[in-house]
Nanobody, 120 residues
């Protein structure tokens, strides 16, 4: 089992910045990948950014150039730096970890989510 705890959400005005943190209950160095998803009202959950064990990153087109994902394995924490926020970024943001199990098996763990609200 892996517990993920998000922090750093809140309310900002358009153009502002936030840094989200997600701390895992055990070493993130063993994770296949860890990342952030978001879900806005009446919309499906979508990928925001993800970082793989080897360091490769992937971003949603809607956030490229504004968002940076990073990880600190010594702190078991992944960060999401979000700049130039706009009201379309308003959503509940979820941390997700993909953790290897038995050969050929991967488990997916979710945090409880944290609200980000951007006002115009």
């Amino acid at each position: 089992q892996v517990q993920l705890v998000e922090s750093g959400g809140g309310s900002v005005q358009a153009g502002g910045s936030l840094r989200l943190s997600c701390t895992a209950s055990r070493s993130t160095a063993s994770f296949n990948a860890i990342g952030w998803y978001r879900q806005a009202p009446q919309k499906q959950r979508e990928l925001v950014a993800i970082i793989e064990n080897g360091g490769r990153t992937n971003y949603a087109d809607s956030v490229k150039g504004r968002v940076t994902i990073s990880r600190d394995n010594a702190k078991n924490t992944v960060y999401l730096q979000m700049n130039s926020l706009n009201p379309e970024d308003t959503a509940v943001y979820y941390c997700n970890a993909k953790v290897p199990g038995s050969p050929g098996v991967q488990y997916s763990y979710w945090g409880e989510g944290i609200q980000v609200t951007v006002s115009s």
